[in-house]
């Protein structure tokens, strides 16, 4: 129940909360604060970085607005097809890189709500995968995820 009631990677079994932090955690956060601006500053650095590889990617990224002050706390890709999110999400963990589907399966498909048709959720629910993006990332295993990424659209694999 403490992991927002998931039950695998992508798989929910009841209502939950983001309830993983203890004292520790709390501890780690507030050393943590003062380094904050660096860490997202390098997060967003990242991003772009991502994004000047990807060019050729057919995806599309979700709309951020301008007057947000976005925290980079994920790097969601939008493809084009669940088939080609599921092929590169394949490849990519086959070089013990793991991926994330971001808000996946769409809340209106979680076994504890009454199911409604919400066709734009369901669709792009299916579609978005989240890559590493972490400070500590580096420049070159970026380079090699946007290299199995390319491959796999590229070549069919």
Same mark, same amino acid.
């Given at each position: 129940?403490?992991?927002f ?5 992508e ?11 203890c ?12 380094? =904050?601006k660096e860490i997202i500053?390098?997060?967003?650095? !990242?991003s772009e970085?991502?994004k000047? $590889?990807? &060019?050729r #990617? ?18 969601p890709?939008?493809f084009?097809?669940e088939?080609?999110l ?6 990519i963990?086959l070089s013990? =890189? ?6 996946y399966?769409? !809340?209106?498909?979680?076994?504890y709500? $009454?199911? &409604?048709? #919400? ?8 579609r978005?995968l989240c890559l590493?993006?972490?400070d500590s ?5 970026i380079?090699?995820i ?5 491959r796999?659209?590229?070549?069919d694999?």
């Open positions: 129940m403490r992991n009631g998931h039950d695998g990677p798989k929910f079994s009841e209502l939950g909360i983001n309830g993983k932090n004292e520790f955690h709390a501890a780690m956060g507030l050393v943590n604060l003062k380094h =904050i500053n390098k997060r967003k650095l !990242l970085y991502y000047k $590889k990807l &060019k #990617l057919k995806i599309i990224y979700p709309l951020i607005s301008e007057e947000l002050e976005y925290n980079y706390a994920y790097f890709i939008i084009e097809t088939d080609q599921l092929r590169s999400k394949k490849r963990e013990n =890189i793991l991926t994330r589907r971001y808000f399966p769409s !809340l209106n498909k979680l076994p709500v $009454k199911e &409604k048709y #919400l066709p734009v959720s369901e669709d792009i629910s299916k978005v590493p993006l972490y990332l580096t420049l070159s295993e380079d090699m946007c290299r199995l990424l390319l796999v659209q590229n070549y694999i």
